[in-house]
């Protein structure tokens, strides 16, 4: 019972709490907290010694320090399928661009990495969950950029 007050009230989390906690009860490995330093002490345990000086630790920090700057409202990183899932809840704001080309580059690090990488989308009721095509955003940035590389090379 206290679950579902909380869930109606938002008593436990600010910000889309409804939509949160339904996320954690449809998925059992749903977390909401340390993400950057969970992924990369996941993909660390790939890790493989090739120089004496570099340890696992220094492994580490060069994936936090590479990683694109994004804090998701949710995530479940599933090491078995080597995949790693995202949430936004879009409470009363839509995605920025900005944060849409963070997600893009986290994309392409974790597939550099080999691993799968999915962003979900849900409103604050945690209805209309839908999945972002990440490559194509990816790809037509590509195409964006080379189309600006056109432009100013004709100045």
Known sequence: MNQ????????????SSYAINLLE???SSFQ??????????VLAKGFEKEEKEYTKAD???????EMPNIIPDGYIIDEKEH???????????LLTAYKIDCI???????????WKFEAKVTDRY??????????????????KDSDKRKKMKKI
């Not at 492994?59 to 320090?65: E, G, L, P, S, T």
């Not at 995949?83 to 704001?93: L, P």
């Not at 209309?128 to 940035?141: A, D, F, V, W």
């Open 83 to 93: 995949k790693i899932t995202v949430f936004e809840v879009e409470d009363s704001n």
């Open 59 to 65: 492994y580490m920090k060069d994936i936090r320090d």
């Open 126 to 143: 945690g209805m209309n969950e839908k999945t972002l095509p990440l490559m194509h955003y990816y790809y037509s940035s590509l195409k």
């Open 4 to 15: 579902i007050n909380s869930m109606i009230t938002g008593e436990t989390r600010g910000v």
């Open 25 to 27: 009860s449809k998925y």
């Open 104 to 114: 893009v580059e986290l994309w392409s690090m974790l597939d550099c990495e080999s």
């Open 32 to 41: 909401t907290k340390k993400f950057r330093k969970n992924v990369a002490k």
